[in-house]
């Protein structure tokens, strides 16, 4: 029993003593260095138990060293290489935007000076050489005009069909124009034009010389001007110049009025019936604002003139009613040169009798000239009428002074 007790004692004496404390563990350089230690060992160990020759081992060697070389170019690329290549990227995008805007600036520059060359060769109409000379004892101004030069080409072909009309600027009473040139862009003229004018009346006044592309079928189109106010010029003695032409733009067509005519041709005896009907809206010419018109007829062939009429003066109106009639012996041969030219003047019994506008028909017309006179030889013995739109005289002279193509 003495001996149970004495156990049961010391069982209970173990159990309350502490336990005694782990030991400390190693510092974690030594056993770092010691766990490294321990796998290079185990892994030359294995390394030299493996059946492989040491030039394959060596090239796996080889092989990882040069992808862990890459993986750090990589890693060092990403993130010091970044920046620099962005700021490269910046200069590189900046150096473009220069160029382009210094390109852009070139190219504005460029069409700038194509512009203004474009505009300098626009603004040149060729050159005109002219005359001036005025004649105290007979109160005339003598206008020359002798040729021109380095006309603009107006026409598909690329040359023009240039001449010149003259007058005086405000009143435009009286017009002259030269023949036309045909197919020519340096035309030689040689033809003077004379206004009677007083000399104490020129100085309000300004001489026009207008150079037109004749055209058959439409309008003529304006080349270029020359305007020279006569208050500026000395007329004590002749003046001879040659100026740059400047562009101008075709006045407005005036409207001078309308005429109906009626025409009729007898094919079996040759009888040409021009019977001149009526007139409306026609230009305002007397100072009370009406006309005293009357109407002359002239018959041509090949450009000769062979007959002429008129009719009676119709006082103070615009819309004139003469149905006169009035007959030409034209043989058949003959009738297809035929020019049949309309006239209508304002009467004025103190000075010479203005013309108001002018219309032709037959051999050489253009438009309702020509399909008049086709309608009347295709409807032998029956009279044919027609209105016909008044144009400008110096324009119809022009017209029948061209050669016919």
Request: aromatic share 8%; net charge positive.
């Amino acid at each position: 029993m003495h001996l149970v007790s004495l156990t049961h004692r010391a069982r209970r004496a173990a159990e309350s003593e502490p336990e005694p404390a782990p030991p400390p563990p190693p510092p974690p350089s030594h056993h770092s260095s010691h766990n490294f230690l321990n796998m290079k060992n185990k892994f030359f160990n294995e390394l030299g138990h493996l059946p492989m020759p040491m030039w394959a081992i060596g090239a796996i060697v080889v092989v990882v060293l040069a992808l862990v070389g890459c993986f750090a170019f990589c890693v060092y690329k990403k993130c010091l290489g970044g920046k620099k290549k962005a700021k490269k990227v910046r200069e590189r995008k900046g150096g473009r935007l220069r160029r382009k805007k210094e390109g852009e600036g070139e190219q504005a520059e460029e069409e700038k000076k194509e512009g203004e060359g474009e505009e300098q060769e626009r603004e040149y109409f060729g050159k005109l050489e002219y005359t001036l000379d005025y004649n105290f004892t007979e109160n005339q101004l003598i206008v020359g005009i002798l040729q021109a030069q380095d006309l603009p080409a107006m026409d598909i072909g690329g040359t023009s069909d240039p001449y010149v009309k003259v007058y005086m600027l405000p009143d435009k009473k009286k017009k002259f124009e030269t023949k036309v040139q045909r197919k020519n862009l340096c035309p030689v003229f040689n033809e003077t034009f004379t206004f009677k004018i007083p000399f104490n009346d020129l100085a309000g006044q300004t001489l026009v010389l207008q150079v037109f592309d004749f055209d058959r079928f439409g309008k003529h189109d304006v080349i270029g001007e020359i305007k020279i106010p006569m208050n500026s010029i000395d007329l004590g003695q002749p003046i001879h110049e040659y100026k740059d032409l400047v562009g101008g733009e075709k006045e407005e067509q005036e409207k001078l009025g309308d005429i109906c005519i009626s025409l009729r041709y007898v094919p079996t005896s040759g009888k040409l019936t021009v019977c001149i009907m009526e007139a409306k809206n026609l230009k305002k010419m007397d100072v009370g604002g009406l006309s005293d018109p009357f109407v002359k007829v002239v018959l041509q062939h090949n450009g000769k003139r062979l007959k002429k009429k008129k009719t009676t003066v119709k006082q103070n109106t615009l819309n004139p009613y003469f149905n006169e009639s009035f007959s030409f012996e034209i043989p058949f041969a003959q009738i297809q040169k035929i020019q049949v030219l309309i006239t209508v003047y304002d009467y004025d019994k103190l000075g010479s009798n203005d013309a108001i506008g002018k219309c032709w028909i037959g051999f050489g017309a253009s438009g309702v000239g020509l399909r008049h006179w086709s309608d009347m030889l295709a409807n032998p013995r029956r009279p044919v009428a027609q209105w016909h739109t008044l144009l400008p005289e110096e324009e119809v002279d022009a017209a029948l002074k061209a050669p016919i193509r």
